[in-house]
């Protein structure tokens, strides 16, 4: 073994990827009464995806930009928005992007998947790096634009992670996601945690539609009602894009009614979806749909048609 193999830094992720990717969110002895049961017995969960199928299939004149944020780390940003990037993939016939714009190192590759690890430690496909591209040389033609992103499985282009040396102006952020809206029809935005970070704000700014996710708890719950409070007494002097509401289920008992948040959330007009606590996810590994609980890939097929069709200016009336 050479002295470089033995020097390299372990890439835990990689080891971690490697022994829990395959994990389903149910055990044999769980699915197995579940199967049983939809044997005999239209599922409503099935149902209800199938609906939304047909809703993520309406046509898209020109690229929509979605940016997922949260107002804290830890809250289920990243997995969320790489379920609804292989969620957009799976229904939609055109490829999908995604951007991970978080300034640290970022999971959003990692729970994409399949992980790789580069040799070099700054990969070419960073937002940082197309940015720096897209502003000296234009985005150029389909094959230049998509040589350096990675691609991972259900047609998902997507960028790598960063590293925390660099940040991104608002308009070099405003310039890559025009970028990726010429060639994909859905483009989702991993921001940094919070709204105060400069390229959260651009990315917000940029975007057709927000998807703001918060955890099952209590204190994260007061703090969005507020915060959309305090939105919507601003609404009139700065719009904002509109906003979808995930309230996500990062462990099993949370100390926050997560019904009574979501009915809440839905009292103040917002489009709200209880994303329950699913073992698939918590791995935090690369996400496989097939393993999750039938009822996450139907919230997640939902959530992604209310985004859609506001992003897109077709909200539902009923």
């Known amino acids: 073994m050479s002295t470089e193999t033995e020097n390299r830094t372990p890439s835990f992720a990689l080891q971690a990827d490697r022994r829990l990717h395959g994990r389903a969110a149910l055990g044999p002895l769980q699915s197995l009464p579940r199967a049983l049961w939809h044997s005999i017995h239209r599922s409503t969960d099935l149902r209800r995806l199938e609906e939304a199928a047909v809703r993520l299939q309406a046509p898209v004149g020109t690229g929509r930009r979605i940016a997922v944020t949260s107002s804290r780390g830890g ?49 070419a496909s960073t937002a940082d790096r197309v940015a720096r591209h897209i502003r000296e040389h234009g985005t150029g033609g389909a094959d230049d634009f998509l040589a350096p992103l990675e691609l991972s499985p259900h047609r998902v282009h997507h960028t790598a992670a960063r590293s925390a040396t660099a940040f991104l102006g608002s308009a070099e952020v405003r310039d890559l996601l025009a970028g990726f809206s010429r060639f994909f029809p859905v483009t989702l ?13 651009a990315a917000v700014e940029s975007s057709h539609c927000l998807l703001h996710v918060l955890p099952a708890d209590a ?26 509401i995930a309230v996500v289920e990062t462990r099993r008992n949370g100390n926050a009614s997560v019904k009574e948040a979501v009915t809440a959330l839905r009292r103040r007009g917002f489009p709200a979806h209880h994303v329950p606590f699913d073992r698939h996810l918590a791995g935090g590994v690369s996400i496989t749909p097939r393993l999750m609980l039938p009822r996450t890939r139907r919230v997640a097929a939902e959530i992604a048609a209310d985004l859609l069709e506001r992003a897109t200016g077709r909200e539902r009336t009923a």
Do not use: K, N, W
């Open 75 to 123: 809250a289920g940003r990243t997995t969320l928005t790489a379920v609804l990037a292989q969620t957009f993939g799976r229904f939609r016939l055109e490829p999908i992007g995604a951007v991970d714009l978080d300034p640290g190192h970022g999971a959003l590759r990692l729970r994409l998947g399949p992980l790789t690890v580069h040799d070099d430690g700054d990969p």
């Open 189 to 201: 935005t991993d921001c940094a945690a919070g709204y105060l970070p400069m390229e959260t704000r």
């Open 219 to 244: 204190l994260a719950v007061d703090e969005t009602l507020g915060l959309l409070l305090a939105t919507d007494q601003q609404q009139r002097r700065s719009p904002e894009p509109p906003v979808v």
